[in-house]
């Protein structure tokens, strides 16, 4: 099946300080790849759409100079947090989307990224 | 609006019981629908999507448009199907909305 693998797996960082993190899909080709955010006990929030070799589309209320997103390939998208708060700790899931015939292909989601800024 | 409401965060059921996870859903266009689980400790993953009317690990899921609903029904819960359950509609450009989620757990 489709593998999407995302790294780090948890990071601590102090504020102030920037973090980045890798999306990779592993045997498929995502021309857009997603960003989700997901607080304590709550759902998954859409932050933005990555698309290989154009602009991020951000959701409302994310702020895209905070945010970085890179999509610099057809496998790999990065999630830059800068200058990072404690308010940002939160678990952010990347997700690729695999073609599919029949109906919208599903997404595939990576394992996510615990971030703790201290 | 798009939205995708789960109206309980928990349900509880013994063993063998019919186990059934509500999800309803706000959408203007054709929908599509998903149903995603979360086991403690790994990744979201596909549980199944309608469009397949597939039975996965004995679950299934029945869109209903007249009433917006797209609930996931198992006749005989078991143990290991204890996790977080996500219904998720499809917009057109791929984005997935999730409703709030429902944990179930299966009590031996």
């Known amino acids: 099946g489709a593998v999407v693998s995302q790294h780090p797996s948890w990071v601590i960082c102090k504020s102030g300080t920037s973090v980045k993190i890798e999306c990779r899909s592993l045997?498929?080709?995502?021309?857009?790849m997603f960003w989700y955010r997901q607080f304590p006990k709550q759902s998954l929030m859409l932050m933005a759409t990555?698309?290989?070799?154009?602009?991020?589309?951000?959701e409302q209320g994310v702020e895209k100079d905070k945010f970085l997103i890179n999509h610099a390939s057809l496998t790999l998208s990065t999630l830059t947090v800068t200058s990072a708060h404690p308010e940002d700790s939160s678990f952010y899931i990347c997700?690729?989307?695999?073609?599919?015939?029949?109906?919208?292909?599903?997404?595939?989601f990576g394992n996510g990224t615990r971030l703790t800024v201290t | 609006a798009q939205r995708v409401t789960q109206p309980e965060k928990l349900l509880s059921v013994f063993k063998g019981a019919p186990v059934e996870l509500k999800c309803n859903y706000s959408y203007s266009g054709s929908p599509e629908l998903f149903w995603y689980v979360q086991y403690s400790r790994q990744r979201l993953q596909l549980l199944l999507r309608?469009?397949s009317r597939e039975s996965i690990k004995g679950f299934t899921a029945d869109l209903n448009k007249g009433e917006t609903s797209f609930h996931l029904k198992k006749p005989f819960a078991q143990e290991e199907d204890s996790a977080m359950y996500y219904c998720?509609?499809?917009?057109?450009?791929?984005?997935?909305?999730f409703g709030s989620g429902t944990r179930l757990l299966v009590r031996p």
């Open positions: 998720a509609l499809m917009d057109s450009s791929y984005k997935l909305i």
């Open positions: 045997d498929f080709q995502a021309t857009t």
């Open positions: 990555s698309n290989e070799g154009s602009k991020a589309t951000y």
């Open positions: 997700s690729a989307r695999r073609e599919h015939t029949g109906g919208k292909s599903p997404l595939h």
């Open positions: 309608h469009i």
